[in-house]
């Protein structure tokens, strides 16, 4: 995002954050449980419904805007093209020419993936709710060794190349986290139309990180989750409180009360951070509309940067049962473009919801999710 769009979008003290995968249901009004996981206080005690609710959503998003994977493979292929060429002693000075264009076109591009689900269940008792969620955030970069260049034409002089010989790599990145809980509201004496939440939980947090040859390039270990893995468990807690004033709803939530760091297998420290996030909401006839924002940024991994996300989701109305979301979404980070946002929520007698989205931030660079909450 601009500097300039940025800096006015930072004087929105009182807007939130809300999860890609649930960032509109809240807009539109009805008995959900789905904003549970992003505020602890979301879910008004007053509106309870006496039956077994459960809720599930999940979301992918995905940005190749560099065009990093078919590059890569590109690359690979003339890589071991030009190896295969050399053995047959078939390699002039200058066949090198297309590869190391190739590695230098893409210095430092990215590619980076979100994808991620969540789960609540309502239980006999009003202000109780279990939670449970797992988040999947992975980046890879393209590290270009200047000496490849001199490597390639050195060999191709002598004419023989060994694609083994060349240093550019994958530096790769990714914060996992999975957790499970159970989720507390409450009201406080003298503190009208203010609710508190508190979601204790079991918390794992996964680093992944891992550096790959161009030679040894293959896509399925990228963002493999079952080696370079250090595992870190731990009791933690979020905070909430939400406040209606009229139509109009504002709350605030701390994520991850405890804080510690963590090292990855390649020894690069993760700093883990409270976050703090804040909403404001405002509930109409005619719809709906939500303005969110992080007012602390959600911390860096190796190659993942710090960033902060911001929010403007409203829900319109089509019919009884159908709404139109509409969502813009902008990034505080070096990679990502801002998205729009366009879905359609489904419900019926405020128990049964459906909600579909799609997000678009150009070429390679799209997403989606999905929610489901229904009774059992």
Known sequence: MPTSTFRLYRVLPLCGLLLFATSAHAATGDYQLSPLHSNPAAVALGSEINETLL????????????????????????????????????????????????????????????????????TQAPAWHIIGGSEFRGTERFNYDDGDANRLRFATVLGLFSFGELQSSMEVSVLWFNFLGANYRFNIDGLPNTQFGITAKLQNISLIERSILISEYDEEKIFDA???????????????????????????????????????????????????????????????????????????????????????????????????????????????????????HYSLAQLLHITAQFSYAGNNELGGSINLQLPL
Not at 259 to 271: F, H
Not at 279 to 305: C, K, M, R
């Open 226 to 344: 079952d080696r370079d893995v250090d595992h870190n468990l731990q009791l933690n807690a979020d905070l909430g409180v939400s406040h209606q004033l009229g139509d109009w709803t504002m709350g605030l939530s701390v994520k991850d009360i405890y804080q510690q760091a963590m090292r990855s297998t390649l020894g690069t420290v993760y700093q883990q951070r409270s976050q703090f996030t804040s909403h404001i909401g405002y509930q109409t006839t005619w719809g709906a509309v939500q303005l969110n924002a992080d007012l602390s940024p959600q911390t860096g991994f190796g190659e993942i940067p710090s960033q902060r996300i911001y929010d403007l989701n409203s829900s319109i109305p089509l019919s009884e049962r159908v709404s139109l979301l509409l969502a813009y979404r902008w990034f505080d980070n070096p990679y990502n473009n801002d998205a729009p946002t366009i879905g359609l």
């Open 55 to 122: 809720q599930m959503d999940g979301y992918i998003f995905v940005d190749d805007s560099d065009g990093l994977v078919q590059n890569i493979k590109d690359a690979y292929d003339e890589g071991r093209a030009l190896q295969g060429r050399s053995r047959g002693l078939l390699v002039i000075p200058g066949d090198e020419s297309a590869l190391v264009e190739s590695l230098e076109a893409m210095r430092d591009d990215t590619n980076g993936i979100k994808v991620g689900g969540h789960f609540s269940l309502s």
